[in-house]
């Protein structure tokens, strides 16, 4: 099972940034999609997740600049990034749930400079 994350890198404050990720390998349906972030001295906190049925949550600190979105099919999750703030900085990582595992990417590092 891997899930691979690709889009992160430095953007100036402003401007926006498309992350993805897909999945290879799960056999199982996944259920729900989405993505995490952790900065430096920071706990993991959530971004944004969709679920199968096209459902979304929003953390509080993105909601109306990020959107979430989702391929079943290919097993892929995106998130565009609008209007990136320097606080947007961390490491964002996602993940993918069935009805019985959780699965984590390795990871893509998001930059914002102001």
């Known amino acids: 099972v891997q899930l691979q994350a690709s889009g992160g890198g430095l953007a100036q404050a402003g401007g926006s940034l498309t992350l993805s990720c897909a999945a290879s390998g799960i056999i199982a349906m996944i259920n729900v999609m989405g993505w995490y972030r952790q900065a430096p001295g920071k706990q993991r906190e959530l971004v944004a997740i969709?679920?199968?049925?096209?459902?979304?949550v929003y953390g509080d600190s993105v909601k109306g600049r990020f959107t979430i979105s989702g391929d079943n099919a290919k097993n892929t999750v995106y998130l565009q990034m609008n209007s990136l703030k320097p606080e947007d900085t961390a490491v964002y990582l996602c993940n993918q749930k069935t009805v019985v595992r959780n699965y984590w990417g390795q990871g893509t590092q998001v930059t914002v400079s102001s």
């Open positions: 969709i679920t199968r049925g096209g459902s979304t």
